[in-house]
């Protein structure tokens, strides 16, 4: 090969580890496990709902085991973002990954509906290590590539996805409903193990993490509570307004939550089958989307995508409410849009806003609230679709997404994200 032959190979060669020399270490680790479990975990989520049901659930019984198990992930991530800072990130994540293999078994074996809350509890008490997994994520980015690295969390998780509802759909035309989705869930147990496995050779970030004390941690709930509110006051205005924007966008996909597949399925008679090609649509957007929409908040800035994908959320819902097969589909398509867009352009303008040492109070009080809000979503739109009407819970999110819309256009201002 000649020297001019050469130079182009080692230019690309050397473009592809300035773009995405970042993947190593902590992050690298993470995304493996996110792509295990992201699989394993999607596959029982096509026809969880349709699962519920036949166990004896109505809407509203689904709505009532989410919000329950909202509600268990509400009360611990005020302590566990406590915890994160105090303890250190690594034994909070691997430790919690394990416990939640075992909240699946209720899944697997549970003989009425009912049986289903109690591993949904144990499950949403896992989510303790949530403040852990965004602030280890935010310790291993580097700035100027905090858009990108969030998108490609985005992209791996769809790229995981993507064959999910497929399976999940072949599964069930081979074994039928109770069957395949037991099945499935013996498959999340073993996905939430090879994690918890990858998950223990993390690298600790915090500095100098204190020795975890049992005894200790019950009793500081309190003082968790006090300083992951009070941390509100040591960061950026725009971090706080970020935080009531997330708590609105949490309580509006609340609403449909419970009720999404039972509308598709019931209401639109779209059928079993087709319903899983619609839920191969929206990982396969974001695939398409992850890395151009990084590239784009890296460069355009956070506030415009966040405002995109609140106007396209608005569609979503007017294309939704009447669907066909064909119209579904495209909503579908534009949901994966706009989650590629708000969440990455809002943990990575929040990532620089908020300095390290705060992240996991920061991200354990925002987590509690936007649970809480989720929850109470989930139970008014089970309950609407049950007693009201099936297309309400849909039409409310249209006015309900121009609020935050509305915020970050008049009280976002870029210029305040500082070097963190």
């Not at 032959?5 to 902590?26: A, C, H, T």
């Not at 490609?152 to 399976?167: E, Q």
């Not at 035309?173 to 994690?195: D, E, H, N, Q, W």
């Amino acid at each position: 090969m000649s020297e001019e032959e050469g130079k182009p190979r080692r230019n690309l060669v050397q473009r592809l580890r300035d773009e995405f020399g970042f993947i190593q270490g902590n992050f690298l680790i993470m995304i493996l496990s996110w792509l295990i479990l992201d699989l394993f975990t999607e596959l029982p989520g096509t026809y969880y709902a349709l699962y519920v049901e036949a166990l004896g659930a109505t809407a509203t019984g689904i709505g009532l085991i989410g919000a329950v198990q909202t509600i268990a992930a509400a009360a611990v991530q005020i302590p566990g973002g406590y915890f994160t800072d105090k303890y250190g990130r690594k034994w909070l994540i691997t430790t919690m990954t394990f416990i939640a293999a075992f909240a699946r078994l209720f899944y697997v074996y549970a003989p009425s509906w009912e049986w289903i809350m109690v591993g949904a509890v144990i499950a949403g008490v896992c989510r303790i290590y949530q403040p852990a997994l965004n602030a280890i994520v935010s310790d291993s980015l580097p700035k100027e590539k905090r858009g990108m690295g969030f998108s490609l969390i985005n992209l791996i998780a769809s790229v995981s996805t993507t064959p999910a509802p497929l399976l999940a759909g072949y599964l069930f035309t081979l074994c039928g409903l109770v069957p395949s989705m037991r099945l499935m869930y013996k498959l999340v147990i073993f996905g939430f193990l090879i994690a918890g496995l990858l998950r223990t050779r993390l690298t600790e970030t915090v500095e100098t993490p204190e020795e975890v004390n049992l005894g200790e941690m019950m009793s500081s709930y309190p003082v968790s509570m006090r300083e992951s509110i009070d941390v509100w006051k040591l960061v950026q205005r725009a971090a706080f307004v970020l935080f009531l924007v997330d708590v609105i966008m949490s309580f509006t996909s609340g609403l449909f939550q419970p009720i999404l597949t039972l509308y598709i399925v019931k209401d639109l008679a779209i059928t079993e089958l087709q319903l899983s090609y619609i839920m191969t649509a929206l990982p396969a957007s974001m695939i398409i989307l992850a890395i151009p929409s990084g590239k784009l908040i890296d460069v355009v800035g956070k506030k415009k995508p966040i405002m995109a994908a609140f106007i396209l959320w608005a569609i979503v819902i007017a294309l939704f409410v009447n669907g066909d097969f064909l119209r579904v589909l495209i909503a579908m398509m534009l949901v994966g849009a706009l989650m590629v867009l708000s969440n990455s352009a809002i943990s990575s303008l929040q990532t620089g806003l908020v300095p390290k040492e705060h992240r996991g109070k920061v991200n354990g009080s925002q987590g509690f609230f936007r649970l809480i809000a989720s929850s109470m979503g989930q139970l008014s739109g089970g309950w609407l679709y049950d007693n009201v009407s099936h297309e309400v819970p849909f039409l409310i999110q249209i006015g309900l997404v121009m609020i935050p819309l509305l915020m970050v256009y008049f009280w976002i201002d870029e210029n305040e994200e500082t070097l963190y």
